[in-house]
């Protein structure tokens, strides 16, 4: 019989470096597929439509909202919504896929508590605020207020840490990366 596919959720305040890891995790393990969530922020640049994210309107957003549409769902930052959609879960588990989750920490406990033991939820911690902040400045996707919102957001984010299954601290890349892909190869590989 096949084995019965998994969750992996990667939660942390905005620049602590989770896209950078679901990326890499995406090319060194085999048999994961990446959950595109629906937003309704606009796209940054390099960004794909169903790729990156599903981009709607912030009214298509609340419509999909009333159809019972999410797995979870979250104002993250105010009036940008962003979203985990039942349809696309169960399309990538149907094609045998473990599921990548790329949410924010209160979506990520919230998938955890929906799916248990099936998931794991991984915390990404940065090594300080100080460095947060630098490495959202330095990747030039926000503008000032943006980035207010989103350090502002951080210091709650943290605090929810110690709910998670596991916390990895990304200070070193590399050693990030290779950390991250031995924690989903191993969850993936247990019974
Ligand atoms: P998130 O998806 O959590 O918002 P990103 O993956 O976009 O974070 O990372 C934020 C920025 O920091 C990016 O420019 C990325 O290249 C950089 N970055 C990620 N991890 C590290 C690291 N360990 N050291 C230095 N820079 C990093
Ligand atoms: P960004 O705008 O930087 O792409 O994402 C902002 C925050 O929203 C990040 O913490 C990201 O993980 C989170 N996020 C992305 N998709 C979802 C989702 O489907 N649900 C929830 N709850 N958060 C999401």
Redesign the pocket.
Known sequence: MRKKTKLIILS?P????????VHHLMKKVPNLAFSISATSRKPRKGEVNGKDYYFISAEEFKKKIREGAFVEWEEVYENQFYGTLIAEVERLRKEGKHVVF?VDVKGGLSIKRLYGNDALAVF?KPPSMQVLEQ??R??STEDEESLKKRLARAEEELSFESRFDVTLI????EK?KKEIVEVVKQFVEKE
Not at 14 to 21: E, V
Not at 170 to 173: A, I, S, V
């Open positions: 942390a905005s620049g602590a470096g989770k896209t950078t890891l790329d990404i490495r959202l330095k990747r990304n200070d070193d890349l990030a």
